[in-house]
């Protein structure tokens, strides 16, 4: 489907009555009073003209895009402390009548301009994102303090709550009326806290591996980096030796469970790898094979965490993922997400190290829960019951680097749980997960990992097409709008991770907790596979 046609079921085709922006009305915006924040500039982007916006987390330069107005607003989120975030909003000529809001990741504080170019604006969605009160990298965490308690809470959730509601009174000022449905697109960061404490913000949320549990997430990571560190003891293993030995064995002996030697484990649950296998023998090149440590590290590793007394702390990671892992926790390179968080955040020791982490970092980091950034409660009725009638997927690659599978099962079973022990509702039809085989954290790896989400057509793999079969925004919309509930998606794998190489091939993402299964046929077509 093209994009002109996708529009058009994004809009017309659902009864909404959209709107129309212009150069002049950018620019007599600037005169607008606004509740929520301060005004701070307006620029009005012609078709298919350059633009060229980047900033310390986020950057777009492309010559493509249909005409919009971009505003830049600064928002108060506290002003007793003087504390501000930056917010921004996208307003194309043609709009279709909706919201979209753009998460961020890690600790990152940019506006996410490139997923407002490539997403937002392209569909005829008014696009709005924002800095999360601070700018910096992804990885930066020195400026939550020590002790910049309201620079942590803004992270947390408050800049994004406000920015969606400066969002939305920007939005029926300049078009003369208020959106008619809010939507977000995100992954790791922020949302799932918005669906628990604000549940009028979105009308549909689509999620992708969510930073949820940062106190855990963070301790996990931690977790994992230890598993392997120093480089120099005998449970370190190389990056050759997760890609030349690791790898290829997890293939050999779990590839072909799922019916099909692909390169794809399915449903890596049913893998039970044995690393014994790969043991050294007698006078073999040690860079070959693995070692005693390393093959008790990999245990580590693959099973959930859990700590002496007991506590469960964090899912694992999973096989069909080995040839990333390296470059996520398990490598030289120590995750400084995780450190950063315990130093400025927890400790409030600027020189933290991975060997400073224990039990009783992690029992402090909950008694804080620095910014209030964890969203661990199971009760959506707010969102999702009859008053507010929200929607909810949320999906994550088996083979995330960074933030385990186990995570979004976790949490999705909680959800769950807690819909059947207290209500009459049916989680299903309100709340869908979808897991991606063989895709890393938000995109990558070898797999169908194109669906139209975030970080796919900004890194050259956009959905195979804009209708909700192919496109999860399209999916979600339709779920709001016409009560029609994806049961399963088709994403896309390019050759090489890139559209301008051709379709390498199509899969089925399938709703939890069924699983993809080959039916025969040529496995390259999604109608090849079903969900079972």
Request: charge should be negative.
């Amino acid at each position: 489907m093209s994009l002109l046609a996708a529009l058009a079921l994004l809009g017309l085709a659902l009864g909404v009555e959209a709107a129309a922006g212009s150069p002049s009305a950018c620019t007599l915006f600037a005169h607008s009073a606004l509740t929520y924040a301060t005004f701070s500039k307006a620029t009005h982007y012609a078709a298919n003209v350059r633009v060229n916006v980047s900033n310390a987390y986020s950057s777009i330069d492309v010559s493509n895009l249909p005409a919009f107005c971009r505003i830049e607003l600064v928002v108060t989120t506290n002003a007793t402390a003087g504390s501000t975030a930056l917010t921004e909003v996208w307003l194309p000529d043609e709009w279709n009548g909706r919201v979209l809001t753009v998460g961020n990741g890690g600790l990152a504080g940019g506006v996410t301009v490139t997923e407002l170019g490539h997403v937002a604006v392209p569909q005829g969605f008014a696009g709005i994102s924002t800095n999360t009160g601070h700018n910096g990298t992804t990885d930066d965490g020195d400026w939550a303090g020590p002790h910049n308690d309201n620079a942590i809470v803004d992270w947390g959730w408050r800049a994004l709550h406000l920015s969606v509601l400066a969002g939305k009174e920007v939005v029926e000022k300049y078009y003369g009326m208020p959106a008619q449905k809010s939507y977000y697109l995100g992954c790791s960061t922020g949302i799932l806290k918005e669906v628990q404490d604000f549940p009028d913000d979105f009308d549909g949320v689509v999620v992708g591996s969510p930073a949820n549990w940062q106190t855990h997430v963070q301790a996990w990571s931690v977790h994992m980096n230890l598993n392997t560190e120093p480089t120099t003891s005998g449970h370190f293993m190389t990056a050759d030796m997760w890609s030349n030995v690791i790898a290829p064995e997890v293939m050999r002996q779990c590839d072909e469970l799922d019916g099909l030697k692909d390169g794809i484990i399915n449903d890596p649950r049913i893998c039970s790898f044995r690393p014994e296998t790969l043991t050294c023998r007698p006078g073999q090149n040690v860079s070959t094979c693995l070692q005693e440590g390393q093959i008790s590290a990999l245990h580590r590793m693959y099973a959930d965490y859990y700590e002496a007394d007991q506590t469960y702390v964090f899912g694992g990671y999973y096989p069909g993922g080995e040839t990333e892992y390296y470059h996520g926790l398990v490598g030289q390179k120590h995750f400084v997400i995780g450190t950063n968080y315990f130093g400025y955040m927890v400790t409030n020791d600027t020189g933290f190290t991975i060997h400073d982490y224990k039990a009783s970092v992690l029992k402090l980091a909950d008694q804080i829960d620095p910014g209030q950034a964890n969203a661990i409660n199971p009760n959506l009725t707010a969102f999702a019951g009859t008053g507010h009638n929200g929607k909810l997927i949320q999906y994550v690659g088996w083979a995330d680097q960074l933030i385990s599978p186990g995570n979004s099962i976790h949490y999705y079973e909680t959800v769950h749980a807690y819909t059947l022990a207290n209500t009459t509702m049916d989680i299903d039809d309100y709340y869908r997960l979808f897991l991606v085989p063989g895709m890393n954290h938000w995109c990558g790896g070898f797999a169908a990992n194109a669906f139209g989400s975030v970080e796919q057509a900004s890194n050259d793999n956009p959905p195979l097409s804009f209708d909700p079969q192919h496109n999860i925004l399209a999916a979600i919309v339709r779920w709001v709008e016409e009560g029609v509930a994806p049961d399963n998606i088709t994403a896309v794998n390019y050759k090489d991770n890139n559209v301008t190489n051709g379709v390498g091939f199509t899969r089925p993402l399938c709703r939890y907790p069924s699983t993809i299964k080959y039916g025969g046929g040529d496995p390259n077509d999604a109608e090849s596979f079903f969900c079972s």
